[in-house]
C-alpha cells in the first residue's frame, strides 16, 4: 500500500483541528485560526489546502461518513444475514465503546445544522442518508423475506426512515444533554425494528 502524500496528511489534519475547533465552539465560532491552531499548522497552510471553511467541513463530513461506514465493516460478521447486518449497522451507528467517538457525533450534529443553511453541505448530507436509507430499504425487505413476510418499497422505506431519525436523535441528545440516556438508543432501535424481542 503506498504511503499517503504530504498533502493528504495535511489535509486531514485540518479536517481534523476543524472538528476539534467545532467541538470548543461550533462551526460558526471556528475561525480559520483557530483550525490552525487546532491542527497544529499556520493559517496559511489552511489557505494552502483548502479555499474556504466550508471546503473543510465538506471534507470532515466525507470523512465522518466514511468512517461510519468502516465501522459498520469492523462489526459486520462474516456471511452475516439481513438481521446480523442490520445490527451490525445499528450498532455501528449507535453502540458505545470501541470506536465510538463523541467528538465525532457532535460535529455530525453541527454539520446537520449547518446543512440547513448551506446548499452545498446539504446536498452532500442529503447523499450519504439517502445512501443510508437506501441500505436499509434493502436490509429490511431482506429480513421480510427472510422471515417470509412481506414489505412493500414504501414501508421498507419508512421504517428505514424512522431508523435514521432515531439515530440523528440520539445523535442530538448525546451532543446537547451528555449522560441523560446513554447507551439506549441501539437496544430500543433493534426492538422498534423487532430485531430483538
Avoid at 171 to 185: D, N, R
Amino acid at each position: 500500500m503506498p504511503r499517503p502524500s504530504n498533502t493528504e496528511q495535511r489535509r486531514r489534519q485540518i479536517v481534523q483541528g476543524l472538528m476539534t475547533a467545532m467541538a470548543d465552539k461550533g462551526y460558526e465560532k471556528a475561525s480559520i485560526q483557530s483550525i490552525a491552531k487546532a491542527a497544529g499548522l499556520s493559517p496559511g497552510l489552511i489557505h494552502y489546502h483548502f479555499k474556504t471553511k466550508q471546503d473543510i467541513l465538506l471534507a470532515l463530513t466525507e470523512q465522518l461518513s466514511q468512517q461510519a461506514q468502516q465501522r459498520f465493516q469492523q462489526r459486520l460478521p462474516a456471511n452475516a444475514d439481513a438481521r446480523a447486518t442490520l445490527c451490525a449497522w445499528i450498532d455501528a451507528a449507535l453502540a458505545l465503546g470501541e470506536g465510538s467517538d463523541p467528538q465525532a457525533v457532535a460535529s455530525w450534529v453541527m454539520i446537520g445544522a449547518e446543512a440547513v443553511r448551506l446548499t452545498e453541505v446539504r446536498q452532500l448530507y442529503r447523499r450519504i442518508i439517502d445512501q443510508q436509507q437506501a441500505l436499509l430499504c434493502q436490509l429490511l425487505q431482506q429480513l421480510a423475506q427472510q422471515r417470509g413476510e412481506t414489505i412493500s418499497a414504501g414501508q421498507a422505506s419508512e421504517a428505514a426512515t424512522f431508523a435514521i431519525a432515531s439515530i440523528e436523535g440520539a445523535y442530538q441528545l448525546a451532543t446537547t444533554a451528555p449522560g441523560s440516556a446513554q447507551g439506549y438508543a441501539a437496544r430500543w432501535l433493534k426492538q422498534a425494528l423487532g430485531l430483538i424481542h
